[in-house]
C-alpha cells in the first residue's frame, strides 16, 4: 500500500457521460497530481494542486476539471467522455523529490 | 524541446543476467531525474532518483544508475536480474523549477527463466 488511495479502481462507462474519480493523499503531503496512461500518449500530466489551489496545468483537455478538497483529498471530473479517453488516471502525492503514485483508476468508455 | 527518451521499447533477458535499461533527456538545465517501474496492473513506485552529487545513486531491488551530464543519461543497471524483476520501467525527469514529471515512453522488460 503506497498510501494514496484511488478510487474506483474500474469504471465502464458510455460516450457522452461524466464521472468522477477521487484521490486520497498520502498523509502529510499537501499536493495531488493526476496523470493519464495510454498506449497513445503514454504518461502524461494533467494538472497539480497544492494544498486547494492549482499550481500547475498540463496536456489536460477542457472537457476534465479537478478540486482539490480542504481536507486535501481530490477528484479529477471527465466529462462529454469520448472513447478516447479510455486510460489509467494515477494520482500521485507528494513533491518533484520523488511523489507516490496510487494505484490507478481504469477508465473505459464504450 | 524538453524530453526524454528511453531507446528500447523492449528488452528480453535471462534471470541472473545483468540489465541496463537507457534513458536519455533534453533540457536545459540537469532536471531531478527518476526511475520508476510499474508491474502489470499497477501503479508506478519510485525505484531510484537524482538530485546532485554523487553521479551513481543506489535504489530499491538491488538497482542503481549513473548520471553522465556529458550524456544526458541516467541509465539504470541490476548486476543479475530476478523473474519478479519482469515489469515497466519508466524513466522521468522533473525540469528545473517545476513539480510536475515528463515521463519517458518506457521499456518493458522480460525475464525469461
Known amino acids: 500500500d503506497s498510501g494514496v488511495t484511488q478510487t474506483p479502481k474500474h469504471l465502464i462507462t458510455a460516450t457522452g457521460q461524466r464521472v468522477t474519480l477521487r484521490c486520497s493523499p498520502r498523509s502529510g503531503d499537501l499536493s495531488v497530481y493526476w496523470y493519464q496512461q495510454s498506449l497513445d500518449q503514454g504518461l502524461q500530466f494533467l494538472i497539480q494542486y497544492y494544498n486547494g489551489e492549482e499550481r500547475a496545468k498540463g496536456n489536460i483537455l477542457e472537457r476534465f476539471s479537478a478540486q482539490q478538497f480542504p481536507d486535501l483529498h481530490s477528484e479529477l471530473n471527465l466529462s462529454s467522455l469520448e472513447l478516447g479517453d479510455s486510460a489509467l488516471y494515477f494520482c500521485?502525492?507528494?513533491?518533484?523529490?520523488?511523489?507516490?503514485f496510487g494505484s490507478g483508476t481504469r477508465l473505459t468508455v464504450v | 524541446a524538453q524530453s526524454v527518451t528511453q531507446p528500447d521499447i523492449h528488452i528480453t533477458v535471462s534471470e541472473g543476467a545483468s540489465l541496463e535499461l537507457r534513458c536519455n533527456y533534453s533540457y536545459g538545465a540537469t532536471p531531478y531525474l527518476f526511475w520508476y517501474v510499474q508491474s502489470p496492473g499497477q501503479g508506478l513506485q519510485l525505484l531510484l532518483k537524482y538530485f546532485s552529487g554523487d553521479t551513481l545513486v543506489q535504489g530499491i531491488k538491488g538497482f542503481e544508475a549513473e548520471f553522465k551530464r556529458s550524456q544526458s543519461s541516467f541509465n539504470l543497471r541490476k548486476p543479475s536480474v530476478h523473474w519478479s524483476d519482469a515489469a515497466e520501467y519508466f524513466c522521468a525527469v522533473a525540469p528545473y523549477n517545476t513539480d510536475k514529471l515528463i515521463f519517458g515512453t518506457g521499456t518493458r522488460l522480460q525475464v525469461f527463466p
Open positions: 500521485a502525492s507528494g513533491s518533484n523529490y520523488g511523489y507516490t
